[in-house]
Every structure is written in structure tokens, then in C-alpha cells.
């Protein structure tokens, strides 16, 4: 499938250099990283995330073109600043189209001069099969939502029973020299705590990194309790059982996870990093530099932003390129301090993680 850009033509083509704005906030923290979602739709119902049911996907005429993400893409980069792009959803391998995306992505040039640096959030089924693929159309990087070893476990979280696809994609995904290979656990109480020690090991040997997250209020809301919620402190603690941890030296600069080196304390050769990611009890909202789409085209300054800038609206009644980037800018710029999760007037937002793009 091709997709036609033709029609949006890079305005330095047409004009000549093309004006920029910078997606800046009034705290000063300007957005270098673009979350893409590319559908809602996912095949998996991992339960801190959607119902077993499903959610009421979006219809297709809701949903962005290839052309009109492609549009916006080029916006983003050429013209916004926007340095890293991260594909996700949903269920981002479920977009068909997603090879010639990336590659559409990866031949736009940053205000650095380079391609931006392309990643994908996947539950990684079906991604042995096209991992070299996407790694021919530009791919750099990916994360691999993976919550348990235990076949069990693994599919009463999930509620399918697809561990074994999901290990064979962190191995294609290895061969393929995606670097890194990440692996994202969300750790839920009474789920998969005992899940923590197996996968830092299991990540330790196969040269993956791994990053656990605090569940956060995005889901379905009965899911969802702070008073018993895994916290980072217990993950750290619990690692420290079979762990020699120390904080790591790599800089962190935006990235969320606070990372450790961790040294297996039964064979001292196992060594690596191990991330945690505090997004509830150390929120990391200070060094914020994103900013989000959704597969329907609305421009989120925060996962748990309460207002959205209609994008999709602008594209499909013929607005020019700085009209997007003016709306998108002044949305970037009405970001807040932090999500106030710990807030008493903290009220979730009506769209799941999953209808946002994670
Ligand atoms: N389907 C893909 C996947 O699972 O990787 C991409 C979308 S998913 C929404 C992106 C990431 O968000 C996954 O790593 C998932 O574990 C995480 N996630 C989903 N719901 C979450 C929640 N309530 N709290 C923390 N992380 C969550
Ligand atoms: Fe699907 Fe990812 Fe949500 Fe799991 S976390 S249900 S894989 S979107």
C-alpha cells in the first residue's frame, strides 16, 4: 500500500523555508516527543486497561487517514520541533498500514537535521512475523507490554492466552536489532507481584530492558485503588531480595523510569538495567516533553489532560499548516503543572489509556 502525501507537499518545496513554532508550555518544558496512537483497537483486554468486553471502537470515518496522519506527522517534525515519535494505541500492528508510516516518518528531517528517532508500544503478538520488516521501513526502538511468566497468570491479565507469541516477538524483536528491546510490566495487586523477581531475571539474560510501571487511574475505574496499588517502593524492595541494586549513571533527562543497575546476587555475571516507573507516587511531570495524538485526531498536552484540541476538524475543513500549528501550540501551551493524581479534586479522564494511545 502506498500512501498518498502528494497532496501535502513539504511547504519548504512550495515557499521556501518554512515558519516553526515551538509545542512550549508556560512552565517552560517544550515537547520533543509525539505519541501517536494509530487505532483504539486492540486484541488483547489486559483488565487495568479495558473491560473484558471491549470499548466502543471508534468508526472508521472517525478515525485519521493514513494521509491525514501522515499530514500531521510532517507538521510535527518539520515544523513543531518534534524530535521522537512513538506509535502505539491500541494495539498499534493492528494498523495495517503501519510499515509505510513509519517510513513516511523516518524520511521527514528533525530541526536537528535528522530522521526522528521511531518507536512502537505493542503487546508484541504478531511482531516476529514483521519485525524485520518494520526495522527495513525505519523502526528504531520498541516496547513490549509483558505483565507475567505464567501461562496462567499471563491470560487471566490479559484474559487471552498468547504468552508464548508474545516471547517469541521479544526474540524476533532482539534478532532484529531493535535497540533497545523494552518490556513494560504494570504490576496490580493481587495479579502479578510475584511476577517481579522471574522478569527482571528473564530481562537480565536475554538482554532486554525492563521497565515496571505503577498502575495509574486509566482504566476501567473499579480497577484502580491508591490504597493498595503497587507502589515503586515496593517494586524496588522486592528486587532487592534477589538484586544488588545501585542507581544507575546513565542520564535520565525526560525519561520517565528511574533506573537502576541491577547484579543478580546468585551469579554476579547476570547484570543490567532495570527501570521503575513512579508515574503515581513520583510523578515525573516536571520533565514532561510530550505531547499525544489520538487515533481520531485529537491533540492531548497529558494522559490525564480534561480538554483536547480537535485536529481532525481542522484537516478535514481545509485549514493550512499554520492554522494546525497555531491550535496546536496554544493546546501545548495550556499544559498544567502535573496530573494530580494525589489530588483530592483528581477526577479520571473519560477517555481510557487505550482510547489515548499509551
Ligand atoms: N497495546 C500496546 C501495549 O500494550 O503495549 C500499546 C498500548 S498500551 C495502552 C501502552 C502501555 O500502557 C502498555 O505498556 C500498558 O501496559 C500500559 N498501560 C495500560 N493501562 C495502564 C494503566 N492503567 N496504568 C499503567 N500503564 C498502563
Ligand atoms: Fe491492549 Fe495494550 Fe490495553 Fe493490553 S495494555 S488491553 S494490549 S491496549
Not at 470499548?55 to 491525514?68: I, R, V, Y
Request: proline content about 5%; some cysteine.
Amino acid at each position: 500500500m502506498n500512501i498518498d502525501t502528494a497532496s501535502y507537499p513539504s511547504p519548504r518545496e512550495a515557499t521556501g523555508e518554512p515558519s516553526r513554532l515551538l509545542l512550549q508550555d508556560t512552565f517552560g518544558r517544550v515537547a520533543r516527543d509525539l505519541r501517536v496512537s494509530l487505532t483504539d483497537k486492540c486484541n488483547l483486554r489486559c483488565t487495568y486497561c479495558m473491560p473484558a468486553e471491549g470499548l466502543n471502537w471508534l468508526a472508521q470515518e472517525k478515525t485519521l487517514s493514513d494521509e491525514e496522519v501522515c499530514r500531521l506527522l510532517r507538521i510535527a517534525v518539520e515544523r513543531l520541533g518534534i524530535r521522537h515519535l512513538r506509535f502505539t494505541g491500541g494495539e498499534p500492528l493492528l494498523r495495517r498500514s503501519l510499515p509505510e508510516i513509519i517510513a513516511f516518518a523516518s524520511s521527514l528531517r528533525t530541526d536537528e537535521g535528522r530522521a526522528p528517532r521511531t518507536a512502537l508500544t505493542t503487546n508484541g503478538l504478531g511482531l516476529d512475523k514483521r519485525a524485520a520488516e518494520l526495522v527495513d521501513a525505519g523502526l528504531d526502538r520498541v516496547n513490549i507490554s509483558l505483565d507475567s511468566l505464567d501461562r496462567h497468570r499471563y491470560h487471566v491479565l490479559s484474559r487471552r492466552d498468547r504468552l508464548d507469541d508474545v516471547l517469541a516477538s521479544i526474540d524476533a524483536a532482539l534478532q532484529a536489532g531493535l535497540s533497545p528491546v523494552k518490556i513494560n510490566t504494570v504490576v496490580m495487586p493481587g495479579s502479578n507481584e510475584q511476577d517481579i523477581l522471574p522478569l527482571a531475571h528473564f530481562a537480565l539474560r536475554t538482554g532486554a530492558q525492563l521497565r515496571f510501571i505503577e498502575q495509574m487511574p486509566l482504566g476501567p475505574p473499579e480497577q484502580w485503588d491508591r490504597n493498595i496499588m503497587i507502589t515503586a517502593r515496593d517494586i524496588v524492595e522486592t528486587l532487592a531480595k534477589d538484586f544488588e541494586l545501585s542507581p544507575s549513571s546513565t542520564p535520565r533527562g525526560s525519561a520517565p523510569a528511574e533506573l537502576w543497575t541491577a547484579v543478580e546476587r546468585d551469579h554476579p555475571h547476570h547484570s543490567g538495567e532495570i527501570g521503575v516507573i513512579a508515574a503515581v507516587t513520583h510523578p515525573f511531570c516536571g520533565d514532561c516533553d510530550r505531547s499525544r495524538l489520538t487515533a481520531d485526531g485529537f491533540m492531548r498536552n497529558c494522559l490525564f489532560s480534561r480538554s483536547e484540541t480537535d485536529l481532525r476538524s481542522l484537516l478535514r475543513s481545509g485549514a493550512s499548516d499554520e492554522e494546525i500549528m497555531a491550535a496546536w501550540a496554544q493546546g501545548m501551551a495550556e499544559k498544567k503543572a502535573g496530573h494530580g493524581i494525589d489530588d483530592r479534586s483528581f477526577i479520571q479522564p473519560q477517555r481510557l489509556m487505550s482510547e489515548i494511545g499509551g
